[in-house]
Every structure is written in C-alpha cells, then in structure tokens.
C-alpha cells in the first residue's frame, strides 16, 4: 500500500455558525471555547456561557451565568458538567441535565488568574492551576444538590512558578510550570519533579494516550474509582517507589527549550530526549481550502527553510497517534516515536487557544475567528472531496501535490491531470477526467484488510482515512446521554463480533478436521474445502457489510435534525434488506446470518431510542421517523404472550416496565389522534402499555368503548383492571360479570374458545385490584366499587384482609394522614418495614406465648414481617451506622436494643453508650 502524506484542509466553515447567537450585538464577545465529542462551549465577556452541537455545528442554548466574564471553560469526560473560571479568579461548576444550573462555586483562587482547568478520567474531579502555582481540587459529591453537600475545595500544591498546563490518566496529574514539570499520584498523595535540569517559559507536558495504553489503564480506572476521594495537600518525594508504572501507565512528553521533548515513564524518568530543530527545517504545509489555486505555484517557488527552535507552549494528542502543538504564529504535528515531523503550517500568525479532538483542530485567533482543520492523508482528503461532489476542489488539490501523486500513483491519466493548466470545465468534465484517479486510490485504500477495534476484519474497507476517522470509529453514541445503556449497546455490538469470530473458529476446526481425513476421501475434501472456503469468503463480505451499517448507526446523535435522521433510517434500513436478501439462498448460513443481523438490529434500536428526543416525536410529521421509532420501541420490549386461535393475545407472565417508558408514552400521545388502532396494537405487542394507555384514553374521550374493555380484561393484569374499574358507568358493570365469569372459566373473551391457564391458580386477583384502587383514588372509591363488584360478581372471591386495609386506610385518612394500609403484606421480602426485638424481651415472649398456646413458637416470628412483637422501623439501613455490623447481632443488641432517629438511622444503644454519642453523627 503507498504511503501518502498527510495534509490540513478546512472544508468546514464554522465561525458564522459559532457567531450566530451574537451577531445582533456588538457587546458580548467570545473569549475561550472547548470541545468534547459531542459539544462546543464558547466563554464571554458577559459571564453566560454559549453551547453548540459539534457535528453539526449548531446552536443548543444559552447558560447565562452572572459570575464575571469567563476566561477559561471546559467540559467533563462525561459531557455532564461544565466547569469554567472567570477574570476574578472564581471557578465554576455548572451541570448541563437535566436543566443547566450552577452547581458549585470555588474561592480558592480568588483575585487570581486561573491558567488551567483538568478534569479526571471519571469526571468527579476538578484540578486547578493558576498563575501563583497554587493547584487546587475541587471533588464533585455525587450528593451536590443545588451547591448543598458540595465538598470544599482544597490546595493541593504551591509550586515555584505559573502553571502552564495541566493533564491527567488516572491516577496521575502532570503538572508543568514556567520552571519544572511534575508527576502527583493522586491516590498516594504525593508528587515528584521529572528531571534535574530547570527552564525559564511556557512549555507543555501531556500524556501520550493510545488506544492500545488505554485499554491497559482500565484496571487502574476501575481501582481510583473504588476509592473514596478524602483529598489533602500532595508530598514532595525524591524517588519514586513504584516499578509498574512503566507499564501499566502512559508514556510522557514534556517540552524542553530549542524545539526538543522529554520522553518520560510513568515514574518520573526521563528515558530519552528528542531533538526536533533541524526535523523543522522542511517547508510549512498549505492549508487545504476552497479556492486555493492562487497558492499552488507560491509553494513550488518557495526557499529552504532553515532549523527552527521552537518552544512547544502546550502539548496535545491528535489522531491517537501524533503530538499537536502550537505558538501564536504556528501550527506543529510530531511523531513522537519515529522521532519526525508529520508537518507544520504558519498560514495562522494570531492564535490565541488551540485544541484537538479526534483527527480535528480547533483554533481561536486573537480578532475572535474560529477555525476547524481536520488532518487526514492526502488520498483520504480527495476521496472524501470527491464523494461530496467537490470536484473544483479535487482538481486544485490534485495540482497542488501533482509531484507526489505521480511519484506513488503511476498511470496516464494522472499524468493528463496534472499537466493541466488553467482551463475551465463542467462538473461531469471534471468528474469523468478524476474518475480514473479515484479509481486508482480507491484500490490503493482497499489493498491491506483493517482490523477495527471491535475485533472485525474488513477485508475491503473502502473510504477509509485516519484510525479515528468518524465513519469508522466505534465508541458510545453519546457519553452525556446514556450510561445505564452502554454496557448493553456494546454487548449487543460484540455479540455480532463474536457470532462473526465463532463461526470463523469452526471453519477452521472443519478445515483441520478435514485434512486429518484426506488420504481417505481425496475428492470429498476437495469439495468440503470448496465450501469452506466460500464460506469464510462470505463472513468476510458480511463482516464489511456490518461495518458499513455499524458506522450508519455511529451517526445517530442527539439533537439531529429530522432530514439528517431520516436519511440514516432510510440508509439502514435499505442496506438490512439488502443484506438478508442476499444471503437468503445459503441454508447452511441461514442461522448464523440471522443470529447477526439480529445482534446488528438490537443495537441500532437501543442507539436510535437512547438518542432520539421526546420533542422531537411530539413535533415531527414525518411519517417515516414516526414509523421507525414505533417498530425500535415495539422489538426492543415485546414481551412473550400466548395467542388464541383467533388471534388475540394474552401474556404469559408479570407485566415488566418496558425500556424507554418516556418514548412509549409519546408515541401513544402522538398516534391517539390520529390512529386509536395503532396505539392498540402497540398496547397488544406490549401489554403494560395499556396502563398508560387507559387514561390517556378516557381523557380524551370519556367513555370506554366494549371492545376496549375486551382489550383490558384479556390482560387479566391486576393494575391495568384497577385502572378500567373506575372507568365504568353503570351500564358497563353488566358486561364486567359476563366477561370475569369467561375469565374464570379460562375463556377467550374474543371467540370464547378455552385457553391454558398460566402458572396462576387465579385469573384475577381481585383483592390486589381492589387495593390498588385504594392505594390510588383512596378508601371510599375502593369501597364503593367493592361493592359494585360484589353485586355484579356474586361469590366473587375477595380476601378479608382488604376489608382490614379500607377500615384502617380510612381512620388514617379521617386524620389527615393520606397513607394507605396494607394487610396482605405476610412477609419480610413484601414489607417496606424491618422489626427487630431486643433478645431478653424475646425469650420473655417465647415463655408466655408457649404457655398460652400450649405449643412450641419460633423465636423468628419476633424478628421479621410485619407481625411482630417489639419495635418495627423504616429500613433505611440494615446496618448499625456506627459499628457497621448488622443490627440484628445478638451480643450487642443484647438488654439496651437500638435507638433509632428520626432521620431513619440506626445504632446499636452499646455503641452510642461506648462512643458517647447523643445524635445522629451522620449528619454533623
């Protein structure tokens, strides 16, 4: 495969959108910005802070804040939290969901200028440097409600010099001042200078974070976050006394004067120094752009350059595989391993903040314009251009590197398009005469297969560009959206992978197998090899296939406007049908191919729900979104359910709470106006949907159709019978006899043809549907309709300790207290309440109960359920808050028992006694 060289190119224009919000105003100015993988957030003069989806680059709100013009800002790992500081040296927290608000405030670097703000791998910790060389912390409490339960922020070290940059990999901070760089375990609590040799100005230091490292920095991520964070100010060490670091942890890089790095270990070491002053003596790369012809011959006349000593003020990673760096007047790409240049450009002579984020750069000069340039191999850049119709574009880049490209490309036509002087064509004149030199790099592209991260092998894998590049890297759709999903989405995702590897392991098996048995059947292995081989050959066309959708589904994001989604959805789905239509004919595969396209769909419907927003169902009129979304929500909770022969369906088991409950409601919302049978079979397919759907209903509407109550009744779901009971007028109650006498007889109440009974003696339980009636609408309605159901349900069966709940319900109402009574609860497992008795009073219980009943009594009666002798408390913790051990041990509750507060605490009283403790210490 040719090696082509990389390039710089701004296709993008994103500074109208970023001014957009402020262009109708001339007070308010940007002055900071930082970027994640989903958002841009833009400081201002005014205090407020501006956010904007990344891809695209599009407004999402305004934070308006009243803390001082913002003079750094940064978003968490998480993409929860932004923090940000202000000219008077105030550091600020403010959390984006489920409504932005200002959550915490630090003073610990008031009337100082903050340089640098570094948030920790797992976004519970903020570190702060400022100009004096003070560095700070500020811990966020997973308690922090409105500023309340907000731990303080603390000093963690007052070095000798301002603070240049900070950078983290858990557990380690690098520090780099104007003078040293250090190294701080923040686990250990102390920290150690890299190196011996001192230096005077800014300089930059980063850890160099791979994939391949990363993945071995799991472990240790798993560890800090284990840890409770009790911080205090870090120790100065001499040496360091952990030989692992080396590695488990990432390498380090830290600027040095004359255009030189450090290479440092995890410990501290400094391994190696690179020198890049005479590597910088090649000519600066052109910024790749629309209408840059005028700058093709000014390159080729260009002079030498000489050495360059260049001070590397920050140090970032781009593309998981180069050092970025920058100076006011200069732009620096270095391969910290080969030691070389990637490339530099000087076209920008006013930066003021840069940063990267995947394969991308992000700069801001000081007249306020925003810049994204986007690195990417010279083959990858014309291919991309010419997807997106670019052919102009084509042609001057093609012009530009006309000496590279007939260096690794060798063919006429590229000849003919390099040698083009100024003329004029037509988009088709121009596709057709590029045509040959695309085909050419796309063959070039698809030489070498690509394995993906993921594990999958993409024999031929087209367009492809960087490592990172956005079609083709898999990671969580969105970190700020959805981590109680994510574990799912990537098991749903390897699934596939390993359908894909399993498959792949029993061809070979049966290739070894075969050739044990060669002598024997000469001719049957030639044809078994046959197969094999067209069946590895198909695993591997269905693996690129998979890759293609795969990347599809990476697209979807939150906020995405309707046409783009869309278009995705129709993408998909067109390329699903594709794929089953064209390995429909091979039987021997039919399985396995269904087991992945299966694994395929199950992820892109958790990513579609995850991401798509409850607005956007409300607003949209496309009917194809509506659709799709209906079908995702439909396949990802369908429960199994029997069917009668007349095709009406009953479930099996328990109700379960669907996933995604909120897109469920909408969709019913949505569809009540429009089509009452869409929303009845979605209630069908999953049947706790009718207890959202009932009230909805009846809201609207009024009054209960018969067929709807057929519906209801065919669930012979407790919760959704309490629902449709108060529903009924009064000609209603005659249908409900007919309709439960079928129910207990076991009947379809459709055709009234006999249907298996589930694992349930009892249809219907009416005395669960009786107090959840009570529970909801309170005692006088339960019993109004108790009574209703007796008369209309003669012998109808009906625990008597419902009739226990209504009366005591009703006393407790009479009161004032609106809290219902529920005597069915028979034990622990049911009860919301624990009971413990004091060992002395129990053994007392025992003697007379034994004696009073003339039988033998089980001292567990006393201890659990809700019948009980001694005390019964909320079990808020099963624990003793102040020894921790259970508060049912026998030797310490002993004669004293336990105090209990009104918080919900408990202590054993020999603990309070032994600590002298006359409160609720949690709460200190």
């Known amino acids: 495969m040719q090696e082509f060289p990389y390039v710089l190119s701004e296709y993008e224009e994103i500074n109208p959108l970023l001014y957009k919000p402020i262009n109708s105003t001339q007070r308010i100015k940007y002055t900071c910005f930082n970027t994640s993988p989903n958002y841009i957030v833009l400081g201002s003069t005014s205090g407020s802070i501006y956010l ?4 695209p680059c599009s407004f999402v709100q305004l934070i ?62 903020l570190y702060i440097g400022d100009e004096c060389g003070k560095v700070s912390v500020m811990v966020l409490s997973i308690f922090t409600v409105n500023g309340m339960f907000q731990a303080p922020a603390c000093t963690l070290m007052n070095l000798d010099s301002t603070i240049v940059q900070l950078n983290f990999s858990s557990p380690l901070l690098l520090v780099s001042t104007l003078t040293r760089c250090y190294i701080c375990d923040t686990i250990q609590e102390h920290y150690k200078q890299i190196g011996n040799k001192a230096r005077n100005g800014e300089f930059g230091a980063c850890f160099y974070k791979t994939y391949l490292i990363e993945n071995k920095t799991a472990s240790v991520d798993q560890k800090e976050e284990k840890l409770i964070s009790k911080k205090g100010s870090f120790n100065f060490i001499t040496e360091s006394n952990s030989k692992e670091q080396d590695e488990n942890f990432p390498q380090i890089f830290c600027a040095r004067p004359g ?62 595989k180069y050092l970025f760096s920058y100076t006011s007047t200069g732009l620096y790409i270095i391969d910290p391993l080969n030691a070389t240049v990637v490339l530099w450009s000087n076209e920008f002579s006013n930066i003021t903040f840069a940063e990267t984020i995947e394969n991308k750069i992000y700069l801001m000069t000081s007249d306020g314009e925003f810049h994204c340039l986007i690195l990417s191999l010279l083959d990858s850049l014309i291919l991309r251009l010419y ?7 084509c042609l001057e880049i093609c012009l530009m590197y006309k000496v590279q490209l007939k260096k690794l490309i060798k063919n006429s036509e590229i000849n003919n398009i390099c040698d083009i002087e100024n003329r004029i064509f037509r988009d088709d004149e121009l596709s057709t005469l590029i045509h040959p030199l695309i085909l050419s790099l796309e063959s070039n592209v698809k030489i070498v297969p690509k394995k993906l991260d993921s594990g999958i092998v993409i024999v031929n894998c087209g367009n492809s560009d960087l490592k990172n590049e956005e079609s083709f890297k898999f990671h969580s759709v969105s970190h700020c959206s959805f981590q109680n999903n994510e574990s799912e989405l990537i098991t749903e995702k390897k699934t596939s992978t390993n359908l894909l590897n399993d498959f792949d392991n029993k061809v070979k098996r049966d290739e070894d197998t075969n050739c044990n048995t060669a002598e024997e059947i000469e001719e049957s292995q030639e044809e078994t090899k046959e197969i094999l081989n067209s069946n590895k050959s198909v695993t591997q066309r269905i693996q690129a296939d998979l890759e293609i959708i795969y990347a599809l589904v990476g697209n979807i994001r939150p906020l995405m406007d309707e046409e783009e989604l869309e278009k995705i959805i129709l993408d998909i789905d067109w390329r699903m049908n594709v794929i089953k239509d064209s390995y429909e004919n091979l039987d021997e595969l039919k399985n396995f191919v ?45 429960q199994s359910c029997r ?23 909408s969709l019913l919302k949505k569809m009540l106006d429009e089509c009452k049978e869409h929303c009845i079979n979605l209630c069908n397919k999953i049947p706790y949907m009718w207890r959202e759907f009932l009230p909805l209903y009846t809201e609207q ?62 249809w219907v339980n009416w005395t669960a ?140 009283v020999n603990c309070m006694i032994e600590k002298k403790l006359t409160a609720c210490n949690l709460h200190s």
């Open 52 to 55: 904007f989806s990344r891809k």
């Open 64 to 125: 308006p804040l009243s803390e001082g013009a913002v003079s750094c800002v940064l978003i968490s790992p998480d993409e929860k939290i932004i923090a940000l500081t202000t000219i008077r040296g105030l550091v600020c927290l403010v959390a984006l969901k489920p409504t932005p608000k200002l959550i915490a405030i630090s003073n610990e670097h008031i009337h100082k200028q903050v340089n640098c703000l570094c948030w920790n791998d797992n976004s519970s910790e």
């Open 259 to 320: 255009s030189r790095l450090w290479e440092v270990s995890a410990n501290g070491v400094v391994m190696k120094t690179h020198q890049f002053k005479e590597a910088l003596a090649i000519s600066p790369t052109v910024i790749c752009k629309p209408n840059i012809r005028k700058l093709i011959y000014q390159k080729q006349t260009e002079q030498i350059w000489l050495p360059q000593s260049i001070n590397f003020s920050h140090l970032f990673v781009i593309a998981e």
């Open 387 to 393: 997807s997106q119709k670019k052919y102009y574009e």
């Open 594 to 638: 269904y087991e992945v396209l299966r694994s395929v769909e199950l992820y892109y419907f958790n990513v579609l729900l995850e991401n798509v927003s409850i607005q956007l169902i409300q607003s949209t009129d496309n009917e194809n979104i509506t659709k799709q979304i209906m079908k995702t929500f439909v396949n990802v909770n369908t």
């Open 643 to 665: 069917k009668c022969t007349c095709g009406s369906v009953y479930p099996m088991n328990e109700l379960i709470e669907p996933k995604f409950l909120e897109i469920g409601r």
């Open 701 to 762: 509407h009024g009054i209960m159709s018969n067929d709807l109550i057929h519906q209801c009744l065919q669930t012979r779901d407790n919760i959704v019978f309490s629902i449709l009971l108060p529903l009924l007028d009064g000609k209603h109650w005659n249908y409900i006899a007919t309709y439960t006498r079928e129910i207990q007889e076991g009947q379809c109440l459709f055709c009234g043809k006999p249907m298996k009974r589930g694992n349930h003696e009892e």
């Open 769 to 908: 549907v009786i107090y959840e009636i009570m529970k909801k609408q309170g005692p006088d309605i339960a019993m109004t309709l108790l009574i209703k159901l007796e008369k209309a349900i003669p012998n109808i069966h009906i625990d008597r300790s419902i009739f226990q709940s209504i009366v005591f319900t009703k006393l407790l109402y009479h009161h004032g207290m609106k809290c219902t009574i529920n005597f069915n609860k028979n034990n622990l497992e049911s009860s919301e309440y624990d009971t413990i008795c004091s060992t002395k009073i129990q053994d007392q219980l025992v003697g007379v109960l034994k004696k009073d009943l003339n039988k033998v009594i089980n001292k567990n009666v006393f201890e659990n359920g809700p019948h009980h002798w001694g005390i019964r408390y909320q079990n808020k913790l099963s624990t003793c808050s102040c020894c921790t051990l259970s508060l049912q041990t026998p030797v310490l509750l002993g004669n004293n028992g336990i105090a209990i507060f009104d918080c919900g605490h408990a202590y054993h």
